[in-house]
């Protein structure tokens, strides 16, 4: 059974938005308010009202709808910009990416970056309750890591939970087995996530706030020397074995 059936950017980022029914505030801004229909005692009288209203309801509705649409706009054109300065920062160069971190491994321990120095490591930024794009990265990232091992490359695969709320050391440390044995899981706080994911200029947002929300957020793979150092990272338009001879070549580079 694959880890899809058991649990269901490139360097430029995917992200995803909901926007709430009328019901509800749209970006804060709440629905027209509702007229209200007095009683009328002559049929003639109520049609004379009908027609009166009806523009005014008919008016009211296209310019929540107007809106409704410029709010969703800017809300997604403010997304955008976010990824895309991340995506620059990235670019950038390596001063600009990783440092410190603390967070805790699947046992409940302390984990810093200082922990993975002595090998080459992958981290990859999500959340278990991730539908599709997180389980299709780490399965990537897996297969990447055995092509490497079977070339005589050792590296430690790293997944970094970016929803402290629901996943606990336990959650992730049952949640990377499904993918590799060698997979480590960490969590940890809601600002030691927070640290973590800003160290490594990651960009992630809660959709909303029910019970069973996502997380929107930077689909990258980042490439760790054993010093420490930032050397690389990788976005979703990466085949696993393309990863697997990208990162073969960077660890060939590193060694020379």
Known sequence: MTVRSSRSLSVRLLTAARVQGCSRAVSDISCPTQLTCLRGFASEAQGTRRATRGPVNFA????????????????????????????????????????PFHLADGDGNTFTEKDLLGEFALLYFGFTFCPDICPDELEKMAKAVNSLEQAGKSI?????????????????????????????????????????????????????????????????????????????????????????????????????
Request: charged fraction near 25%; charge should be positive; aromatic fraction near 12%.
């Open 60 to 99: 009211s509705l296209g310019l929540t709808g107007i809106t409704a649409a410029g709010l969703v706009y800017y809300y997604q054109h403010l997304k955008e910009q976010r990824l895309k300065d991340a995506t620059k920062t990235l670019s950038a160069g390596k001063a600009a990416i990783g440092g």
């Open 156 to 256: 430690q695969p790293v997944f970094i939970s970016i929803d402290p709320e629901r996943d606990s050391p336990k959650q992730v440390k049952q949640y990377v087995k499904e993918f590799h044995p060698k997979m480590l899981g960490l969590t940890g706080t809601i600002q030691q996530v927070k640290d973590a994911a800003k160290a490594y200029r990651v960009y992630f947002t809660k959709t909303d706030d029910s019970k069973d929300y996502l997380v929107d957020h930077s689909i990258i793979i980042y490439l760790i020397d054993p010093k420490g150092s930032f050397v690389s990272f990788y976005g979703k338009n990466y085949t696993a074995d393309q990863l697997a001879t990208a990162i073969g070549s960077q660890i060939e580079n590193w060694k020379a």
